[in-house]
């Protein structure tokens, strides 16, 4: 059975001269095609969320901020991306996406959506590129829509997943697990329910024993019906916002680890792409390829 992968058009946004490479998601798509790794009819394109849908893990006076155009200077300067309405439109769009993925992945063990995220999100205010939470959101979605009670979060962005772990704080269904960089951005880290801050230029060893270390025992522990793995690029060692030191081919081990380690126990897993500012994109773009085509190869 082929991999679902959920894809649209509408995630590129104009931002200006910035370091988030918003071409990556066309880029990727692109070369998976032209490689063969997927079909045009592996393609799904999303449907976007609502505004109610988006506050069941936003406040309803953010959401009304966003909706009219309302962010203060204060708020667009922590948000780190210039808001426009086309950049709500295409993160309503993307959160439809992580919520599609989850919902194939249940069908299907697993998804990948080229997109999403968006883990520094929090309830009543966005920050570091990230406008909403889209994976806060699927996940309360899915509960709300009776289709899964108990979430896991694997979060290897090279950054701490804060706004994730702030939304689910006080709630036991869902698991959320960051392996990042401790010295790095966000300063200030809100628990999550199991967090490794790994030294300054941890290499591919020591990162894949801490993931072999952790992972087989959440997962053990916490029984998840889904988890949503964010598979940032950033923990390359030539990552411009990145400070660990993993290799191309580290990378694609830690991916296999997290598939192998889900499918042993039976999870299904949506996967999203999270951060990636590689020195050169085109490093960002084969990190994200080698994820699609580590899953696509589990099947
Ligand atoms: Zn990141």
Known sequence: MPLPVISHPGYAVDIGPHVFPMEKYRLVRERLLAEGTITAEDLVQPEPVTDDDVRL?????????IREG??????QFTLEVPYSPALRD???LM???T?????LAIERQI???LGGGFHHAFPDHGEGFCLVNDVAIAIRMLARDGLAQRA????LDVHHGNGTAAIFRDEPTVFTFSMHQERNYPAWKPPSDLDVGLDDRTPDASYLAALERHLPDIVARHRPEIAFYLAGADPFERDQLGGLALSMDGLRRRDATVFRTLREAAVPVAVMLAGG?????DDTVEIHCNTVRVAAGTR
């Open 277 to 281: 500012y590689a020195v050169r994109e």
């Open 99 to 103: 919520l599609l993925a989850a919902r």
């Open 90 to 92: 295409a993160m309503w």
């Open 111 to 113: 998804a990948v959506h």
């Open 57 to 65: 893990a936003h406040t309803a006076e953010f959401v009304r901020k």
């Open 95 to 97: 959160t439809g996406g």
């Open 152 to 155: 896991l979060v694997v979060d």
């Open 70 to 75: 309302r962010l203060s200077m204060a708020e």
